[in-house]
C-alpha cells in the first residue's frame, strides 16, 4: 500500500508544478507583449503599428540578439579581444595617392578614364580647348544663367565682323591701350597720318614788355596755332611738328621826349615759330636712314643787348637747315652718324627816322657733322657718347665793329638714357663746348656744357620734370666772342581731377658775354592752372613773375606778367 500510494503523491506535486509553469509562462508572455504594442499606441503616425520591411528602425536579428544580451550574436561586439593585423614587413605608404589633385581634368599620370562631364537636355556643349595653354571647358557644375540680361539682348549699333571678332578663324584682338589722357585730342585720319591741331587765344596784361630798366606795362593778346601730322605705317616713319604764335601788344613805346634814344623798340609786336620734319626710312631691321628739316623764325629777346637803340620794331630772323644721317645697330652697340647744314639771315632793321639799317652781318651759313655710340648696358639703361663739329661762314668777312666774326667749333658729351619701371624716364649728358675765332682779337668761346631731360612720375597724379640746356649764341657787342647760355627749368604737374591740372615751374640760369665783363641771370616763376571742358575745349589761366639781374648797373629788369586763354584742339 505504501508503494502505490507514494507514486500518487509524486504524480500530483509533479501536476501541480507543471500547473504553476503554465501560469507563470502565459502571465510571462501577456506582459511582453504589453510592452511591445503600447509604445506604438501614442504614436501620431496612423499607420505606426505596422512597420515596413524596409525601415532602418526596424529591428534586425544582430538588435534582437542584442536586446536580449546575447553578446556573442552581435556582430559589432565580435572580435574586440582579438588582437590588431601586425604592420612589420609590409611597405609604408606616406602623402598622396598618385593623381589626387588632378581633379576632373588635370593630368593623371595612371592613365586613369576621365568622369566625363554630364550637360541638361539641350544645354550647349562647349568646345574642347584648342591646344595646351587653353583654359579648361566650364564646369557643368557651374551657376547656369536662367535668362538672358536686358543688355545682351537689346538693339545695339551693328558694326563690322571684323571689329566684332565674329570672322571665322579671326585672331583675337590686341586690347587697347589705356587712355592716359582722357581730355586729350582725339585727332583725325588722313590716309596714313593721324593729324591733330590746335589754335590757342589768349590775353593779358605785362607790366614790362620791352624788359627796360624803367617799366611801362601794356595789354596783349597771343595767337598761337599748333599743327601736328604722324604717319601710321607698318616700316618707316615720317613726323610733322609745326608751333607758332604771334604777341601783339596794345600799347607803343614812343622815344622820350627829351630827344634821348630809346633801349626799346616803338612797337615791340613780335612773332615765333618752331617747327621740324623728321622722318626715318627703315632699309633693313638694323640700318636707318634718318633726316630732319627744321625752321626757326623769331627776333632778338626783349632786353637783349643785340637789340640797336632807336628801332620802330623788333627785327626778325630766320634760322633753316637739315640733318641727314644714318643709324645701325650692331647687336647691343648702335651706332649714328649725320650731316648738317644750316642758314641764319636777318632783316634789315626799320629805324624811328624811317631809315633803315642792315643786318648782312649777323648772317651766316654754319656747316657741320655729328656722331653718337651708345650701348644698351641693361634694359632701362643706355650709356652715350656724342660729339659734334661745326664752322660758320658770314656773309661778310668784318661785322659792324671791324670784327671777323668767322668760326669753328663744337662740342663733346657723355650721358646715359635710362627707364626704371616708367617712374623715372630721360636723358642726362654732361661735356665741354668750345669755339675759336678767326679774329685773334676774340678769345676761345668755352665752358661747360649740360644737357638733360628727366621726368620723374611720383604718383599717378603728380609728375615732375627736369630739364636743362647749353647753347652758343652769337653777339655783336664790340670785344665780345658770343654768349654761354645755361638754363635750367624745374616743373611740377598735378591734377587735382581729371579735368583739373594746376602746373608750377620755376626757371633759372646765366647769360656770360666772354670777352666782356656783362654777367646775367635771369629767373622765372610761374603757375598754370587748366581746366579741361571738354577734348576740343580747355580753358587756361597763368600768373608768372621775371627778374634779369646783371651785374652791370641799369640793365637789371622785372615783369609780371597775368593771361588767359582758351585752347580750341582737334
Known amino acids: 500500500m505504501a508503494g502505490p500510494a507514494r507514486v500518487r503523491g509524486l504524480c500530483a506535486l509533479s501536476l501541480r508544478a507543471a500547473l504553476s509553469c503554465l501560469v507563470l509562462i502565459a502571465l510571462g508572455g501577456t506582459r511582453a507583449h504589453a510592452q511591445t504594442v503600447t509604445s506604438d499606441l501614442f504614436s501620431p503616425t496612423r499607420s505606426s503599428q505596422i512597420t515596413s520591411a524596409d525601415s532602418p528602425l526596424r529591428r534586425t536579428t544582430a538588435d534582437a540578439g542584442t536586446q536580449t544580451g546575447d553578446a556573442g550574436s552581435d556582430t559589432r561586439l565580435r572580435g574586440q579581444d582579438a588582437p590588431a593585423p601586425s604592420r612589420i614587413g609590409q611597405i609604408p605608404r606616406y602623402g598622396n595617392a598618385a593623381a589626387s589633385g588632378a581633379s576632373d581634368w588635370g593630368y593623371d599620370s595612371l592613365n586613369r578614364k576621365r568622369r566625363q562631364t554630364k550637360y541638361y537636355p539641350g544645354q550647349a556643349k562647349p568646345k574642347p580647348p584648342v591646344g595646351p595653354g587653353n583654359p579648361p571647358p566650364p564646369l557643368a557644375s557651374a551657376t547656369l544663367r536662367l535668362s538672358v540680361p536686358p543688355s545682351q539682348s537689346a538693339n545695339k549699333t551693328p558694326i563690322a565682323p571684323a571689329m566684332a571678332g565674329t570672322v571665322v578663324g579671326q585672331p583675337l584682338r590686341k586690347r587697347l591701350k589705356v587712355d592716359d589722357d ?118 632778338d629777346n626783349p632786353g637783349s643787348p643785340n637789340i640797336q637803340a632807336g628801332l620802330a620794331r623788333y627785327p626778325v630772323y630766320a634760322s633753316f637747315g637739315g640733318t641727314f644721317g644714318v643709324d645701325h645697330n650692331f647687336n647691343r652697340l648702335q651706332i649714328s652718324a649725320g650731316a648738317t647744314v644750316d ?147 624745374v616743373e611740377v604737374d598735378h591734377d587735382f581731377r581729371r579735368w583739373l591740372t594746376g602746373i608750377g615751374r620755376f626757371t633759372w640760369g646765366s647769360l656770360d658775354y666772354q670777352g666782356d665783363s656783362r654777367h646775367d641771370k635771369f629767373y622765372s616763376l610761374s603757375g598754370d592752372v587748366i581746366y579741361k571742358m571738354s577734348r576740343n575745349i580747355w580753358l587756361k589761366g597763368t600768373l608768372r613773375r621775371d627778374w634779369l639781374d646783371s651785374n652791370l648797373p641799369g640793365n637789371s629788369t622785372a615783369s609780371t606778367v597775368v593771361m588767359l586763354g582758351v585752347r580750341l584742339q582737334n
Open 343 to 489: 642758314r641764319t639771315a636777318y632783316t634789315d632793321s626799320k629805324l624811328t627816322d624811317g631809315t633803315f639799317s642792315s643786318n648782312d652781318d649777323r648772317n651766316f651759313n654754319q656747316f657741320g657733322g655729328i656722331g653718337r655710340v651708345s650701348y644698351d648696358l641693361m634694359p632701362g639703361l643706355k650709356p652715350f657718347m656724342e660729339v659734334e663739329g661745326d664752322s660758320r661762314v658770314h656773309d661778310l668777312r668784318l661785322d659792324r665793329n671791324g670784327y671777323a666774326r668767322d668760326s669753328s667749333g663744337g662740342y663733346i658729351k657723355g650721358g646715359t638714357s635710362f627707364e626704371f619701371s616708367r617712374l623715372l624716364i630721360g636723358e642726362i649728358g654732361v661735356g665741354y663746348a668750345a669755339r675759336d675765332y678767326v679774329d685773334p682779337r676774340l678769345n676761345r668761346l668755352e665752358g661747360l656744357l649740360v644737357s638733360s631731360s628727366l621726368t620723374w612720375t611720383v604718383t599717378p597724379l603728380t609728375t615732375a620734370k627736369f630739364n636743362s640746356d647749353t647753347a652758343i649764341s652769337e653777339t655783336t657787342l664790340p670785344g665780345t666772342s658770343g654768349v654761354l647760355t645755361h638754363t635750367y627749368t
Open 182 to 299: 582722357p581730355f586729350g585730342a582725339v585727332g583725325d585720319y588722313a590716309g596714313a597720318f593721324l593729324i591733330k591741331s590746335a589754335l590757342e587765344l589768349s590775353a593779358g596784361y605785362d607790366t614790362n614788355p620791352a624788359r627796360t630798366a624803367v617799366p611801362r606795362g601794356s595789354p596783349f593778346y597771343v595767337v598761337a596755332p599748333e599743327f601736328l601730322a604722324v604717319s601710321d605705317w607698318e616700316r618707316h616713319a615720317l613726323v610733322a611738328d609745326l608751333r607758332g604764335s604771334f604777341t601783339g601788344y596794345g600799347n607803343t613805346f614812343p622815344p622820350p621826349a627829351d630827344g634821348t634814344v630809346s633801349p626799346a623798340p616803338v612797337n615791340i609786336d613780335r612773332p615765333n615759330f618752331t617747327g621740324h620734319v623728321d622722318g626715318r626710312l627703315d632699309v633693313t631691321n638694323d640700318t636707318r636712314l634718318l633726316a630732319q628739316t627744321r625752321l626757326q623764325v623769331a627776333t
